[in-house]
C-alpha cells in the first residue's frame, strides 16, 4: 500500500513561469519527497510537481532586483524555478524547511523540523533573523525616522551609520569595520532595503562593499512601512497618510471580488496608526500605489462559517468578512486555520486603536 507523503509547508508563493516568463500566484505544498503547484488552493490536481531529490536552493536570490523575498529552486537536471514569498519570515521559513527535506532525503530519513543554524558566511554564533528582529525592536531596536534628502522625504527609514551605531551600543560587533561586514549581509539576504540613490549603487557593488556607515545613505527594514515622497500636494498627502502606520501584519489571502465575485490572491499589508489594510498583486514586482485600500477604524471583522450572500462556491472555509464604517464588506479566505485567527485578532486590535 502507497503512503502518501507527509504536507511540510503550505501557502500561496509567487511563481516565475517556465514558459512566457511571467509571475502568477499560486498554491504551493510542500511534501517530503516534492513541491506540488495548484492554480487554486481548492483545486484536486496539482498543475506542477518538482522533485526534492538532488535540488538545491538559492536564497537569498539577486537575479531579480526589482522583486523582494525572491528564493531560486534548482533541480538535479539543473532546472531554475523562481518562487516569491510575501515577506521575509515567510521566505526565510519556506527556504529553511526546503533545505531541511532536501537533507534528509538525501540521508533516507524522514523529515523532521528542529532548530538548525542557518547557513551563513559569518561567525558561527551569527543569527541573523534573529539579529533582524532585535533592531526591529520598537523599544531597544535601530529608531526608524523620516528623513529629508534632494527635496524627497523618506518615510520609516534610518541612516546606514545609525545602523552600524546600534550594533556597536550592543556588542553584535567590536568595531565598526565587522559592524559593516554583518550590515552588507543584512542586505544581500534582503533583511535590510537600500532607500534612495547612494545607498541604491551601493547595494549594486560586491557583496562585502554593499553597505555604507554613512549618515547620508538611507535603508529601511524589507517588511516595514517605508515610502518615499516628494513635493506633493494636499491631496496627495492625505493619500500618503494612508502609508505612514507601522506594519503589524502582512500575507497572501483570497479575495472576492465587489463587481464580478470572482476569487483572486492579493498581498495584503495591515497597518496601524493610521488603520489600513492595503492589497496588492501579488504577481507585480515593484508596486508604488495598492489596488485597493481598507480603512479600518471602527470596522466590524467576523469569521464566516458559509458565504454571506448564499451563493455557492468552490472557495470553501477559513472565510472572514470585514464591514467597515461606510458599510462596505470584504470577504476574504485565509490559508489556514490559524492565520484566519491571527488576521481577525490583528483587525480587530486595529480597528479599536487605530485612527
Same mark, same amino acid.
Not at 521575509?88 to 527535506?101: L, T
Not at 560586491?206 to 491631496?235: H, I, K, T, V, W
Given at each position: ?130 539579529? @533582524?528582529?532585535?533592531?526591529? +525592536? =520598537?523599544?531597544? &531596536?535601530?529608531? *526608524?525616522?523620516? #528623513? ?127 488603520? @489600513?489594510?492595503?492589497?496588492? +498583486? =501579488?504577481?507585480? &514586482?515593484?508596486? *508604488?500605489?495598492? #489596488? ?64
Amino acid at each position: 500500500m502507497e503512503v502518501e507523503a507527509k504536507v511540510i509547508r503550505e501557502g500561496y508563493l509567487v511563481k516565475k513561469g517556465t514558459v512566457f516568463n511571467s509571475w502568477k500566484a499560486v498554491w504551493a505544498v510542500l511534501l517530503e519527497d516534492g513541491i506540488e503547484f495548484y492554480r487554486r488552493k481548492s483545486d484536486r490536481s496539482p498543475k506542477g510537481v518538482l522533485p526534492l531529490k538532488g535540488s538545491s536552493v538559492v536564497s537569498p536570490c539577486l537575479d531579480y532586483s526589482k522583486r523582494a523575498f525572491v528564493f531560486k529552486f534548482r533541480t538535479d537536471k539543473s532546472q531554475e524555478h523562481y518562487l516569491q514569498a510575501s515577506h521575509v519570515e515567510e521566505r526565510d521559513a519556506w527556504v529553511k524547511d526546503m533545505k531541511r527535506a532536501i537533507q534528509f532525503i538525501e540521508g533516507g530519513q524522514k523529515f523532521a523540523r528542529k532548530s538548525t543554524r542557518k547557513s551563513i558566511k559569518l561567525a558561527s554564533d551569527i543569527n541573523l533573523g534573529a539579529l @533582524y528582529h532585535s533592531m526591529k +525592536d =520598537p523599544e531597544t &531596536g535601530v529608531k *526608524e525616522h523620516k #528623513l529629508n534628502k534632494d527635496k524627497k522625504v523618506f518615510n520609516h527609514c534610518f541612516a546606514g551609520a545609525s545602523v552600524i551605531d546600534w550594533l556597536l551600543s550592543t556588542n553584535f560587533v567590536r568595531n565598526r569595520r565587522e559592524g559593516i561586514l554583518l550590515s552588507a549581509a543584512l542586505v544581500c539576504d534582503g533583511y535590510i532595503q537600500a532607500a534612495e540613490d547612494k545607498s541604491k549603487e551601493a547595494a549594486e557593488q560586491l557583496a562585502e562593499n554593499c553597505f555604507l556607515d554613512d549618515s547620508d545613505a538611507y535603508y529601511y527594514f524589507a517588511d516595514s512601512g517605508f515610502f518615499s515622497e516628494g513635493n506633493s500636494s494636499d491631496d496627495e498627502d492625505v493619500l500618503k497618510a494612508e502609508f505612514r502606520g507601522v506594519v503589524i501584519k502582512q500575507g497572501c489571502l483570497l479575495k472576492q471580488g465587489h463587481r464580478r465575485k470572482n476569487w483572486k490572491v492579493r498581498k495584503f499589508v495591515l497597518r496601524d496608526d493610521p488603520a @489600513y489594510l492595503h492589497y496588492y +498583486d =501579488p504577481a507585480v &514586482g515593484e508596486q *508604488e500605489d495598492p #489596488l485597493g485600500s481598507i480603512h479600518l477604524r471602527s470596522c466590524v471583522v467576523t469569521a464566516a462559517d458559509d458565504h454571506p450572500d448564499g451563493k455557492k462556491s468552490d472557495v470553501r472555509g477559513n472565510l472572514f468578512e470585514i464591514i467597515t464604517a461606510d458599510e462596505v464588506h470584504y470577504l476574504m479566505q485565509a490559508a489556514t486555520r490559524e492565520e484566519l485567527t491571527e488576521w481577525i485578532k490583528f483587525i480587530k486590535k486595529v480597528a479599536i486603536s487605530g485612527k
